[in-house]
């Protein structure tokens, strides 16, 4: 087990009410995983979950690090933001030859992750992949949960045409770097269709901030 006090970093000052900031590395069940807390333990607890290969920062960053959610949030809630394995800031690479946990190892990670810290019953919010490891963990303990936030919730099982063209997704961010169709693969995976065709404002300025601040993780 490892603490590590995060408030003396400029970036990950979420607002002056969050003087109470640490990221806790905790060994579960199924591997270590990393859990950064923000505010005051005796509120509430609202745990996060992010996208694949994503973390608290760059996953949740445009709600968060918003000084009137920030407040708001950290007013009524503690927030336990909890990375996947091999996702936490600076994280070292992951040896091919471990095993990769399930998608079930990673909802009783969160249960271990409550076990750890003492908490009930809390509030749950998750992005895209990270919406669908808290609805399993939902499931699995449901007395453990108070309400569920999903964003842009995975409901059913891949395709083996989305399979293939996930593959040649990568095989282009790997050889040609953020092509454009790359761009609209990942716009298309926050947004919808219609939302995309009613909001048009959203194709001109999303994309430079979401490239900006999220997608800078690629070379």
């Given amino acids: 087990y490892e603490m590590v006090n995060l408030s003396q970093h400029p970036l990950l000052a979420l607002s002056s009410s969050s003087s109470s900031a640490y990221e806790h590395h905790i060994q579960t069940n199924h591997g270590s995983v990393s859990v950064a807390v923000y505010g005051d333990h005796d509120k509430p607890a609202l745990v996060t979950y992010p996208d694949v290969a994503l973390n608290h920062m760059s996953c949740f960053q445009g709600l968060l690090f918003c000084p009137e959610a920030a407040s708001l949030l950290l007013h009524n809630f503690c ?6 394995p091999g996702h936490e800031l600076g994280a070292a690479p992951i040896s091919p030859k471990r095993p990769a946990p399930s998608v079930d190892d990673l909802a009783d990670q969160v249960a271990d992750v409550l076990d ?3 908490l009930g019953s809390v509030m749950c919010l998750g992005a895209t992949a990270g919406a669908y490891i808290l609805t399993l963990f939902a499931a699995k303990y449901r007395e453990r949960v108070l309400g569920l936030v999903l964003v842009s919730p995975l409901c059913r099982a891949p395709t083996w ?14 050889y ?29 300025t999303f994309p430079l901030l979401f490239l900006k601040h999220i997608l800078k993780l690629y070379p």
Avoid at 79 to 84: A, L, Q, V
Avoid at 161 to 174: D, G, I, P
Avoid at 176 to 204: D, I, P
């Fill in 79 to 84: 927030i336990y933001h909890i990375s996947p």
């Fill in 116 to 118: 750890f810290f003492g």
């Fill in 161 to 174: 045409t989305e399979w293939l063209y996930s593959k040649v997704e990568s095989n282009l961010l790997y």
């Fill in 176 to 204: 040609y770097g953020m092509c454009g169709l790359v761009k609209e693969s990942l716009l298309q995976r926050f947004f919808s269709k219609v939302t995309m065709a009613w909001f048009n404002f959203l194709h001109m």
